[in-house]
T-cell receptor, first 115, second 115 residues
Framework: LAKTTQPISMDSYEGQEVNITCSHNNIATNDYITWYQQFPSQGPRFIIQGYKTKVTNEVASLFIPADRKSSTLSLPRVSLSDTAVYYC????????????????FGTGTRLLVSP | DTAVSQTPKYLVTQMGNDKSIKCEQN?????MYWYKQDSKKFLKIMFSYNNKELIINETVPNRFSPKSPDKAHLNLHINSLELGDSAVYFC??????????????FGEGSRLTVL
């Protein structure tokens, strides 16, 4: 399993762009990079997934350099409601045998957005 | 309209008791999961079912027995509860075994406290 390393916490203010970087030096060729968001007393919620380069959706962007040993989740113009824990996971989610069943969510990055 | 619903949301019980947590998804997904989130916030897969068949059992003690009466339901029964079983248990589902997007849909969690 590829291990991921993220900052434990980050602080930001409303309206700012937040970039959370995740290191995954042992990422395998077939591994995808997936980010989840978790609010207190709720289950994690999928944000975005990518394999290489850049992926963007209505919520965030995911930047993956060519060596794929790290990835950066970018949240544009955060609001107070973006205060949550953000998890970076890597795994072979396209695998028919194991899928992402063996993915382990680490401790994530606690993002605190202040007014 | 809740996609993945779990009951009960809170459960407080004594050591040695037997308890069950129920999960239902109305998304038409084939695959369902149980995750455990401990006090350190690590979220770890326990079981995975695909079309009522157990496909993943991540070295969970025999005291934990999942049951899937149909593909929309995955219940978790725990015998002889121990203090270390205290955690938040999340049910999740995905469209199929692997999932093209790596997206898991989580319930809101069931907080189990063993006294």
């Amino acid at each position: 399993l590829a291990k991921t390393t993220q900052p434990i916490s980050m602080d930001s203010y409303e309206g700012q762009e937040v970039n959370i970087t995740c290191s995954h030096n042992n990422i395998a060729t077939n591994d995808y990079i997936t980010w989840y968001q978790q609010f207190p007393s709720q289950g994690p919620r999928f944000i975005i997934q990518g394999y290489k380069t850049k992926v963007t959706n209505e919520v965030a962007s995911l930047f993956i350099p060519a060596d794929r040993k790290s990835s950066t989740l970018s949240l544009p113009r955060v609001s107070l409601s973006d205060t949550a824990v953000y998890y970076c996971l890597v795994g072979d989610t396209a695998s028919m045998n194991t899928g992402f069943q063996k993915l382990v969510f680490g401790t994530g990055t606690r993002l605190l957005v202040s007014p | 309209d809740t996609a993945v619903s779990q009951t009960p949301k809170y459960l407080v019980t004594q050591m040695g008791n037997d308890k069950s947590i129920k999960c239902e998804q109305n998304l038409g997904h084939d695959t369902m999961y149980w995750y455990k989130q401990d006090s350190k916030k690590f979220l770890k897969i326990m079981f995975s079912y695909n079309n009522k068949e157990l496909i993943i059992n991540e070295t969970v003690p025999n005291r934990f027995s999942p049951k899937s009466p149909d593909k929309a339901h995955l219940n978790l029964h725990i015998n002889s509860l121990e203090l270390g079983d205290s955690a938040v248990y999340f049910c999740a589902s995905s469209p199929r075994l692997a999932g093209d997007t790596g997206e898991l849909f989580f319930g809101e969690g069931s907080r189990l406290t063993v006294l």
